[in-house]
């Protein structure tokens, strides 16, 4: 998810802590994330009053979205596709997806949001969950390799959980994924119809009818489908229009 600023860790979590609840999941009742009851500009607004700005993207880590709770689902639901595998949770938000791939027994499991507060997050969720997960801000999409702060990373997994909902994003996250299969890493993709969902080359793997969080969308379920790409040419490298 898009970027913000940093607090010191114990702030951030201290803040998150305060203006969450831990609740479980809607459709992944096996997991538990801290999430906002409140309606999402409210806490928005207190995130940039917190951090003394006000050009922060909207706190993505505090709510549960329908592409990354269906992927979630499935994972859970078939944890042969993550059992022993390197896992890497693109644009990770809440960490929810990582948690899920965490519990379906993958080898290694690195979330990577470029949002210091998503990240606050993620370690909150995974020590609630009792899962172990590495995290990363390094902005992944503009790198050519899948290199982090910490060096590289390995992924035989990428998971991508509603990222398809602006252009820029979903362009960048292509090539993302163009990259990560010539490294010889397979994709998942949560969606629930985002507009800039690649229009060719994927396989649906499944569908739930995903309950909505409140004030996040225009309806309160979401058929909400579980893609992987078939191929180089029609999935990752394919342009949107």
Request: contains cysteine.
């Amino acid at each position: 998810m898009p970027g913000g600023a940093s607090l010191p860790p114990g702030r951030a979590a201290a803040f998150i802590e305060a203006r969450t609840r831990r609740s479980a999941v809607p459709l992944v009742p096996e997991i538990e994330l801290f999430l906002s009851h409140a309606e999402p500009t409210a806490l928005w607004e207190q995130t940039e009053r917190e951090l003394g700005r006000a050009d922060l993207a909207p706190p993505f880590w505090a709510y549960p979205w329908a592409g990354g709770i269906a992927l979630a689902r499935y994972i859970l639901d078939h944890p042969e596709r993550v059992a022993g595998q390197n896992v890497l949770d693109m644009a990770a938000g809440s960490g929810l997806v990582a948690i899920a791939a965490a519990l379906a027994g993958a080898a290694h499991v690195t979330a990577s949001d470029i949002d210091p507060m998503a990240a606050a997050a993620i370690g909150l969720n995974s020590r609630a969950n009792d899962v172990r997960v590495t995290v990363t801000v390094t902005d992944l999409l503009a790198s050519g390799t899948l290199r982090a702060e910490g060096g590289d990373i390995t992924a035989d997994l990428v998971l991508v959980g509603d990222a398809w909902y602006e252009r820029r994003l979903a362009h960048r996250m292509l090539a993302f994924l163009g990259r990560a299969r010539d490294a010889g890493a397979r994709a998942l993709i949560g969606d629930p119809g985002r507009t800039y969902l690649p229009p060719g080359g994927l396989r649906a793997l499944a569908s739930y009818a995903v309950p909505v969080w409140p004030g996040l969308e225009d309806a309160e379920v979401k058929q909400t489908t579980v893609w992987e790409p078939l191929s180089e040419s029609a999935g990752c490298r394919r342009r949107l229009d």
